[in-house]
């Protein structure tokens, strides 16, 4: 999630599943997607990405929606 935030937004919107390496440790789970406003889920980015010691930079309602299209 702090690699990529493009990434990362469209995670939370789309849902994951399958293997994926986080701090080299493997993890294979599955998150259903969420339907969250562009506000909503910007602020869920921010969240993630400014806690526990992360320092991620904000994300904007305007960065969601571009990420929707791509």
Known sequence: LMK???RAIKQIL???SGEM???GKIY???MSGFDLSDQEASDVVNYIRNSWGNKGGATTP???KAARTK
Do not use: A, L, S
């Open 4 to 6: 990529d935030k493009t």
């Open 14 to 16: 789309n849902g994951v």
């Open 21 to 23: 390496k986080v701090n």
């Open 28 to 30: 294979n789970g599955e």
């Open 62 to 64: 305007e960065e969601v």
